[in-house]
Nanobody, 120 residues
Framework: QVQLVESGGGLVQAGGSLRLSCVAS????????MAWYRQAPGQQRELVAD???????NYGDSVKGRFTISRDNAKNTVFLQMNSLKPEDTAVYYC??????????????WGQGTQVTVSS
């Protein structure tokens, strides 16, 4: 019933920037938290940043000062601006959204992921 589609990943040199987008669609009444996670090969999935519907933001320690999360509530979209990228930022980045459906049900949904590769 809910789909999350990420875009914006790719290959970039160290020090470069990328902007990820994630659009949620389906029978959505509202969205509470939206977040970005990442998972590198052989590593556990980790929180990159999250943002509530009111705009409260939390960042993972490794990205503070370099990444910026934002959202457009009218378009059910969350963004991740990534600056000063490092090779250790290389991972698959996943979007997550806590959605309230028109039915009244709530669900936590994940996107399919987008690859970010930072070369040294």
């Amino acid at each position: 019933q809910v789909q999350l589609v990420e875009s914006g990943g790719g290959l970039v040199q160290a020090g470069g920037s990328l902007r990820l987008s994630c659009v949620a669609s389906g029978s959505i009444f509202s969205i509470n938290d939206m977040a970005w996670y990442r998972q590198a090969p052989g590593q556990q999935r980790e929180l990159v940043a999250d943002i509530t519907s009111s705009g409260s933001i939390n960042y993972g320690d490794s990205v503070k000062g370099r990444f910026t999360i934002s959202r457009d509530n009218a378009k059910n979209t969350v963004f991740l601006q990534m600056n000063s990228l490092k090779p250790e930022d290389t991972a698959v980045y996943y979007c997550r959204a806590h959605v309230i459906l028109y039915s009244g049900d709530q669900s936590a949904n994940w996107g399919q992921g987008t690859q970010v590769t930072v070369s040294s």
